[in-house]
C-alpha cells in the first residue's frame, strides 16, 4: 500500500529565511507521480508540481525547488527567501500508475508559518 | 481553461438535516471527479471518486452519498447529518491520464450543530 510521510507538523521561520519541507513516500509500484500542493488559510488546494519516477532532475520555480531522490523515497521542497505569503499548509501526495479511480494518497501536511 | 465551482462556500446545519453539496467543472469533458473531506487537523480523506455519469465509488462507510447526473456535476448528499460530518468538503477533477493530477475547487466549510 501507498504511503506519505510529512514528518514535520508545523514550521516557523522568519522572512527571508530558507526552509525545507520533508516528504517520504512508500510505494511498490515502479511508476508513480508524487505532488506538491498548498492550502493557503481560503482553504483551496493549489497544484504547485508534479514529477514521475523516472525523471530525477531536480526542479526550480522562481523562490521554490524540488529534490527528488528515488534512494531515500524522498520528495522535499524548499523555499528560498521566504515571504509571509508563503504561509501555508503544504502537502505531499502520490499516485501510483493508472491513476483516476484511486485517487492521491496525501501526508498529513506541514503548517508553514512565515513570521515578519 | 478549466474552472471548478462549489457552493455553497459555507453552511451551518442543524443534526439530523439534510445535505447536498454541488460541485461543477468548466472546460473540460469526462473528467475523473474526486469528493474530499478534510477534517479539523488538516488530513485529506477522500469519499467518493466518479469516473463518469452515474459512476460513483466509495473509498470508507458513511452517511454520505454521492451522484454525478452530468458529466461535470457532482453532489455530496446525506439525508441525516451527524455532527461527526463537519469539516471542509473539497471537490477535485483530474484528466484522464495515467498520472491523475487533481485540481481542487474553492471548499465547502461545513458545521453540523
Known amino acids: 500500500a501507498q504511503k506519505v510521510t510529512q514528518a514535520q507538523t508545523e514550521i516557523s521561520v522568519v522572512e527571508k529565511e530558507d526552509v525545507t519541507l520533508d516528504c517520504v513516500y512508500e510505494?511498490?509500484?515502479?511508476?508513480?507521480?508524487l505532488f506538491w500542493y498548498k492550502q493557503p488559510p481560503s482553504g483551496e488546494l493549489v497544484f504547485l508540481i508534479r514529477?514521475?519516477?523516472?525523471?530525477?532532475q531536480n526542479e526550480i520555480s522562481g523562490r521554490y525547488s524540488w529534490n527528488f531522490q528515488k534512494s531515500t523515497s524522498s520528495f522535499n521542497f524548499t523555499i528560498t527567501a521566504s515571504q509571509v505569503v508563503d504561509s501555508a499548509v503544504y502537502f505531499c501526495?502520490?499516485?501510483?500508475?493508472?491513476?483516476?479511480?484511486?485517487?492521491?494518497?496525501f501526508g498529513k501536511g506541514t503548517h508553514l508559518i512565515i513570521q515578519p | 481553461s478549466q474552472t471548478i465551482h462549489q457552493w455553497p462556500a459555507t453552511l451551518v446545519q442543524p443534526v439530523g438535516s439534510p445535505l447536498s453539496l454541488e460541485c461543477t467543472v468548466e472546460?473540460?469533458?469526462?473528467?475523473?471527479l474526486y469528493w474530499y473531506r478534510q477534517a479539523a487537523g488538516r488530513g485529506l480523506q477522500l469519499l467518493f471518486y466518479?469516473?463518469?455519469?452515474?459512476?460513483i465509488s466509495s473509498e470508507v462507510p458513511q452517511n454520505l452519498s454521492a451522484s454525478r447526473p452530468q458529466d461535470r456535476q457532482f453532489i455530496l448528499s446525506s439525508k441525516k447529518l451527524l455532527l461527526s460530518d463537519s469539516g471542509f468538503y473539497l471537490c477535485?477533477?483530474?484528466?484522464?491520464?495515467?498520472?491523475?493530477?487533481?485540481?481542487f475547487g474553492p471548499g465547502t466549510r461545513l458545521t453540523v450543530l
Open positions: 514529477r514521475n519516477s523516472f525523471d530525477e
Open positions: 472546460g473540460t469533458s469526462n473528467p475523473n
Open positions: 510505494t511498490r509500484d515502479t511508476t508513480y507521480y
Open positions: 501526495a502520490l499516485s501510483e500508475e493508472g491513476g483516476g479511480a484511486d485517487g492521491l494518497t
Open positions: 477535485a477533477w483530474s484528466v484522464r491520464d495515467f498520472t491523475d493530477t487533481q485540481y
Open positions: 466518479s469516473v463518469g455519469i452515474g459512476q
